[in-house]
């Protein structure tokens, strides 16, 4: 397989990864303004892009995924929960659903908290193990934080959400998964991000410190006692995410 992480502005991490063998080729989180990136790395690995997905409603920068998707030809994916809150048709992604990219195998983990449709993405390459290797955690989980959780308002709500979410669908899985998160350091989606931008399930296991609190009261005292700035423009973004223009 083929993967590239692109550090994009406003401390974005977007990722472009697929099957060489079978030309196949998965974006994720593309940024507005940075699609052609991904047509050059498409052109240059010789691969077609066959989805293209965002983890969730960015609030924080104008998504590319509707712009590379239509220039490419290829669905624009996400979870289906997103179907009330967008005004634009879209493939609906659904909790289990494993999209196959050649011997590259992507599936669909639904963790809602951050925002209701959020989605991690658990990789697996077929030519080196059955079992996964990394996963994408969107603004779920980033490297020693975790994503905020008061943008779709609720905020003690969406945190026990997050709760759940992380330890029933992350933290169960093996401590040898990479982890690739969507922001690193300098992002308001989250609070104490590290400039690292990956890490593994084991080492944020043990040394996240949102993830070695005890509970899930403990967890939502801590993560709403700790929320930072909402971004700048958030609602002029969020719109532009989700309007049929
Ligand atoms: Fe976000």
């Known amino acids: ?14 990722y472009f990864f697929g099957c060489t063998g079978h030309a196949k080729a998965v974006a994720v989180d593309v940024v507005a303004g940075d699609e052609e990136w991904f047509v050059d790395q498409a052109a240059q690995q010789n691969v077609k892009i066959t989805h293209v997905i965002d983890t969730h409603l ?37 909790d289990g659903q494993v999209i196959e990219a050649g011997n590259v195998l ?73 982890v690739y998160p969507g922001h690193q350091a300098g992002s308001v989606c989250g609070a104490g991000l590290s400039g690292k931008p990956s ?9 996240n410190p949102s993830l070695v609190l005890g509970d899930s009261g403990a967890f939502v005292d801590s993560l709403v006692r700790d929320i930072p700035e909402r971004p700048a423009d958030m609602g002029r973004i969020l719109a532009a995410n989700t309007c049929s223009a």
């Open 106 to 178: 992507v599936k669909v983990l639904h963790t809602p908290g951050h925002t209701p449709e959020s989605v991690c993405l658990l990789v697996t390459d077929k030519r080196r193990s059955n079992e996964p290797w990394f996963v994408l955690t969107g603004d779920t989980l980033f490297v020693g934080a975790v994503g905020r959780p008061d943008l779709a308002d609720h905020e003690r709500k969406m945190a026990a959400q997050l709760y759940e979410s992380l330890h029933a669908k992350l933290l169960s899985l093996p401590d040898a998964i990479e």
């Open 1 to 14: 397989m083929f993967f590239r992480q692109l550090a994009t502005h406003d401390a974005s991490l977007s």
């Open 58 to 94: 960015h609030a924080d920068h104008i998504s590319g995924g509707r712009t590379l998707a239509a220039r490419v030809g290829a669905p624009y994916c996400l979870h289906e929960v997103a179907v009330g809150a967008v005004h634009f048709d879209f493939l609906p992604l659904r």
């Open 199 to 207: 890490s593994t399930i084991g080492f944020e296991r043990r040394f």
